[in-house]
């Protein structure tokens, strides 16, 4: 790993709140003014996780709710228990941003499912049999030149898509914060926002497509560093979308991302 995604900054004037400096790697393809949306989905799972270690409980579903433009500055987090449980409980992490001549506003939200773990391997099953990396194909170049985000991931699009959707595989190549560990989980949140780019079916040079949510649903936990997205774009008539995904690491399948998307025609800002 080179760089992080996040400084840590000294203790946040809220003592439930933790405050952190996002570096370049977190600026956005649409605006480099703004966060794309994987670092804050990364770094509000590091606090749930942070928050349930030892609870025996691990998570199900990740859903990130972006509430507003997140801006490349300093911002502060925090995470609680929203739905206590010993079996299944409800955990959510909230990024707040100042905003001037006004209070500080949340921009993004991850809700979070856990679950008690139990040993299921003797009925475990997939829906799709692993996918295996082949060559690389050159990325759009839309996406080559964008920078900041992009300078942080390693993205691997495969052969020309089949009708079951568009494949890239994925390495982040930073810590989400300073040099902390990152765990599999984390590396994965980092990379699975760009489903709507792998499955994107309009020019992003014409037409922006910008999703408001990430929401993630795992059958099993994340292995490693390597994780494979199948995406497809549905565009609906009336400026709407959604693209879908299903999600992978070298082992083979773990699960399926959806994002709701906002189309504009012209730029995105």
């Known amino acids: ?92 992490a909230e990024m707040q941003a100042d905003r001037p001549g006004g209070p500080a506003r949340a921009v993004a939200r991850v809700t979070a499912w856990l679950l008690a773990t139990a040993d299921t391997s003797d009925i475990g099953t997939d829906r799709y049999p692993p996918l295996t990396e082949g060559r690389a194909e050159p990325l759009p170049s839309v996406f080559a030149e964008a920078g900041g985000y992009f ?46 780019g792998v499955g994107a079916v309009l020019d992003p040079n014409q037409i922006a497509f910008m999703n408001t949510d990430t929401v993630l649903h795992l059958h099993r936990l994340p292995t490693g560093n390597d994780f494979a997205l199948r995406a497809r774009a549905s565009i609906g008539p009336d400026g709407l979308g959604v693209t879908t995904a299903e999600v992978y690491d070298k082992t083979g399948f773990i699960g399926t991302s959806a994002q709701t998307i906002l189309i504009q025609r012209g730029p995105a800002n």
């Not at 760089?3 to 900054?9: I, N, T, V």
């Not at 699009?157 to 494949?167: H, K, L, Y």
Request: include cysteine; glycine fraction near 6%; hydrophobic fraction near 40%.
């Open 151 to 196: 300078d942080a991931i390693n993205w691997r699009p495969q052969r020309a898509p089949d009708e079951s959707g568009a494949v890239s595989w994925f390495s982040t190549m930073a810590n989400i914060v300073d040099a902390e560990p990152t765990t599999a989980l984390q590396r994965l949140a980092v990379v699975v926002d760009c489903a709507n």
């Open 1 to 92: 790993m080179s760089g992080c995604y996040y400084r840590r900054l000294p203790e946040a004037v809220e003592p439930q709140f933790q405050a952190f400096s996002p570096t370049d790697y977190t600026r956005s393809n649409w605006d480099p003014e703004i966060q794309h949306g994987s670092p804050p989905l990364a770094l509000l799972t590091k606090l749930i996780e942070e928050l349930s270690a030892g609870s025996g409980l691990r998570v199900g579903r990740l859903s990130l709710d972006i509430l507003g433009a997140i801006p490349v500055a300093p911002v502060r987090a925090r995470a609680w228990v929203e739905r206590p449980g010993s079996r299944v409980c409800m955990m959510v």
